[in-house]
């Protein structure tokens, strides 16, 4: 069982940036695939960015690809979301999202575990 907590979320004007985390309990977070996703009002989930178990290969949403850099630190328990060049668009809450399985995937059917979400504000 992994539990998650997200934190960093706020309000911030267009262009400005935020840095999101996310605490995972339990001795085994190194070993899991993390993603974060993000829900905007009356819209479905969507993915962002997912990490490997070690770091390796980030992957992101074309959406988001060349402002927004997904890293992890095993020895903390933890994975970022350093989100830069926002925009309004980018308003929406933020999920931070676990699997036990090696390979990433955009679906959010694929993951496990769930944070209860940090809300993201992009003033225009």
């Known amino acids: 069982q992994v539990q998650l907590v997200e934190s960093g979320g706020g309000l911030v004007q267009a262009g400005g940036s935020l840095r999101l985390s996310c605490a995972a309990s339990?001795?085994?977070?190194?070993?899991?695939?993390m993603g974060w996703f993000r829900q905007a009002p009356e819209k479905e989930r969507e993915f962002v960015a997912a990490i490997s178990w070690c770091g390796g290969s980030p992957y992101y949403a074309d959406s988001v690809k060349g402002r927004f850099t997904i890293s992890r630190d095993n020895a903390k328990n933890t994975v970022y979301l350093q989100m830069n060049s926002l925009k309004p668009e980018d308003t929406a809450v933020y999920y931070c999202?676990?699997?036990?399985?090696?390979?990433?995937?955009?679906?959010?059917?694929?993951?496990?575990?769930w944070g209860q979400g940090t809300q993201v504000t992009v003033s225009s």
């Open positions: 999202a676990a699997t036990s399985k090696r390979l990433y995937s955009p679906h959010d059917g694929w993951y496990d575990y």
């Open positions: 339990g001795r085994t977070f190194s070993t899991y695939t």
